[in-house]
């Protein structure tokens, strides 16, 4: 990254250079008798040696003109520059609608590109996003603050407990929903924590994300945010859910457990998916209507007093079983303390016999481990064979059809909010708290692969 | 376990053991004006506190007796020893058939009730497996044998370089395929492995397992090994490939590639599916068909000479990432001398920048950093987010579209048979060499879920 310029090389890069264009910049490029005018955008991935400048055009879109002995640039006019505004409330206007509090994480859905390294970042302020979506204000009274600032691969289980707390004073306050944008890469394992580090909710708590930057023209934030406004003024239920897109056309929104959702594509805007169960609600945020889809668990009700249990212990790992997987690792974590194990194991729940005993003796110094299934689909049921009762022997829990994330987050919340006491986390970790299992895996839940 | 009989408790564990009956006992059991008879079977899971004795009826089905005061109990035969036949080779007819090995490693396919602990148990012999599907001699000429007998959750990287040695004298012997019986836990690593330890393929290697045990009713286990023998014994492709039901019914099988296919369910017969790409072939048993359905890279071709290169490194990790993952795991397995690191990264390729430092040091040590994501469906990104780039200045090796377990897979083959030097890593994990990387994603590869 050094010798280029904002990721172009070579030759377009000297003449950007040497003409003082910078990234943001308004210009206008001559190419015999064509002109392209259009922002300077910086130059993505690795395909910076072709000599092509990349400007968005006014309607949004960006190309690529090829740089010949005949190209001539000009600056039009300098970048404006962005200044976040930080100002933390921002009031709308019409005081009969629901009031909801959107609270800012940081992520894509609240991200621009960054002009110096030429990728995304978070940098939009709230502000601006409330801007962003007019329509906004039709659904609901806006209150809105930036209450982190970071991607949501760095989130850690300290956050959770900041997040539930921010969350926890927005319902004392009275608000009728909670949205809180979230980078959608850990938004699950988030919205997993708040379903059990809230309890008695009296709204809904709605995570929302984007899966490409809201300065792209193919940005789905405004539809996702538009469908997560809806949901947490006015459904029926008082969960902890992920509201995003339904299917990659702007055609409906799907309300996700938080405790059955897992990211399950890098790009697709229909990413999340709920794993072993419905979702909770199908959400047209056109017609503004919240079609419910399964059973819900926890109902609005603003007379609830919401109880924060918001501790979670950060001495928990997550480990995956596979062929080769080494014993010392399950030793070095008992070494080192760790608080609880969460096994991502094979097919009904298994790993290696080779690490029975290193397992016994995790549970002998009262280290709870759990297992899980990494097939994600179906349940664990350690009964089926001899591993598996041997395991269970060794004083393993069984993970039912949990998600091995929200296997991850429920352990770390009942070492950190309830009790390490070995048998009561034994008793906890298999009862049903948040919808986290779900007692009848009927065969519709299971996708439909394209097979030909 | 101790003070129960074979998973009876109470009141019924107590007749059972006065009459002496053993699981596997035919017995009669009379009951006012009803008789049943059948063989006794283990009590399975939690239910054993129930007064109820379970028999497998001469159909097959297994049924729960109440008992109460008027039941009778009689044994009608002693249960016939069960003596595991070890003869190494057994051969059938019809030799102008294509002559197919089946390569027997233990697991459900080949599974019994353990009447010792009543659990399912590698157990029945190649040769009853042979008898048990007549059909398959319609197909092939059989040569069968054990190489192995272990649960697939216990199968090392030194267990593929067996598995791989004895496919490679197979070929060399001169078969025109190999089907390879395998426990379905870790049968996609194996297949996975196979396809990078065989270069230059002449025959397909099928690897075939089931989801129910052979003594089941419901079991899988003879339409997948019928389809498996189909697809050794005709395919036009010389692949490593898993035969599995294609869904719940016996209506079809799929093969798919090794690479790309993952036990998406821990019990569906149809839990096998092929991510970010197509199923190779269908099979319809029954009609002898196989139906092509995505592009083949290695074509039969039995004049080619087969490369053998098993050997796989056992110093690498495949680690995940979640929140609040701690930093000192990374600095455990460089400490520790660890080979290679696999992660299983969040969205496009992401783990906590708190971890840079750790993986520049691992790189700097010459240990091959590999990111694949969590997601499972799509492609690992690391030019879109600020996280990915740092991640690739670090060193790190983007791990394309491959499944986290290929990926581990690759690694282990890659260290194990063609070097350590990291920009050869580099190079060849980055290359697609068994189609473990599909260039073009479209959208028709992502499920269809059921939302509605």
């Not at 023209?217 to 995003?244: G, I, K, Q, Y």
Request: with cysteine.
């Amino acid at each position: 990254m050094d010798s280029d310029y904002f990721g172009y090389k070579g030759r377009v890069a000297e003449i950007l250079r040497k003409k003082n264009v910078s990234v943001g910049d308004r210009i206008v490029i001559k190419k015999k008798e064509k002109v392209f005018e259009g922002v300077l955008m910086p130059r993505e991935k690795l395909y910076g040696d072709k000599p092509i400048i990349v400007i968005k055009l006014n309607n949004g879109y960006n190309i690529g003109v090829r740089v010949d002995e005949y190209t001539e640039i000009f600056i039009k006019q300098k970048r404006s520059t962005i200044t976040p505004s930080l100002k933390p409330r921002v009031r709308t206007q019409n005081l009969d609608l629901p009031k909801v509090t959107l609270l800012s994480t940081g992520g894509t859905i609240v991200s621009k590109v960054d002009y110096e390294t030429g990728a995304v970042r978070p940098a939009l302020s709230v502000e601006e996003l409330i801007e962003f979506i007019p329509e906004i204000s039709d659904i609901a009274v806006l209150d809105a603050r930036e209450i982190l600032n970071v991607f949501s691969e760095d989130i850690t289980p300290r956050d959770w407990e900041k997040i539930a707390r921010e969350i926890y004073e927005e319902m004392l306050e009275g608000v009728d929903g909670i949205v809180v944008a979230h980078g959608t890469d850990m938004m699950a394992y988030t919205a997993a924590a708040m379903a059990f580090a809230i309890r008695n909710k009296p709204v809904p708590i709605v995570f929302v994300g984007a899966q490409r930057s809201s300065d792209r023209p193919s940005s789905d934030s405004a539809f996702n945010l538009l469908s997560a406004f809806l949901t947490a003024s006015r459904a029926p239920f008082a969960e902890s859910v992920v509201v995003m897109h339904g299917e990659t056309g702007d055609t409906y929104a799907l309300a996700h457990r938080g405790v059955k959702v897992r990211k399950m594509h890098t790009s697709r805007r229909d990413a999340f998916q709920t794993i072993n169960d419905k979702p909770l609600a199908v959400i047209d945020p056109y017609e503004k209507k919240i079609k419910i889809v399964n059973k819900i668990i926890e109902e609005r009700n603003k007379q609830k007093e919401p109880v924060l249990e918001n501790k979670f212990d950060e001495k928990v790992a997550l480990i995956k079983a596979y062929p080769g997987f080494q014993i010392d690792i399950i030793h070095y974590l008992v070494d080192k303390k760790y608080h609880g194990i969460v096994i991502e194991g094979s097919g009904l729940g298994h790993i290696t016999n080779r690490v029975v005993d290193a397992i016994k003796r995790a549970v002998e110094e009262e280290i709870p481990v759990v297992m899980t299934s990494q097939c994600l689909f179906g349940r664990v049921d350690m009964y089926v064979y001899s591993t598996g009762r041997r395991l269970i022997e060794a004083g393993v829990i069984p993970g039912n059809d949990m998600l091995p994330e929200t296997a991850y987050v429920k352990l770390s919340w009942i070492l950190g909010s309830k009790t390490r006491n070995l048998d009561e986390v034994r008793a906890l970790m298999t009862t049903n708290t948040a919808g986290e299992m779900n007692p009848r895996l009927t065969i519709d839940l299971y996708p439909r692969w394209p097979h030909i």
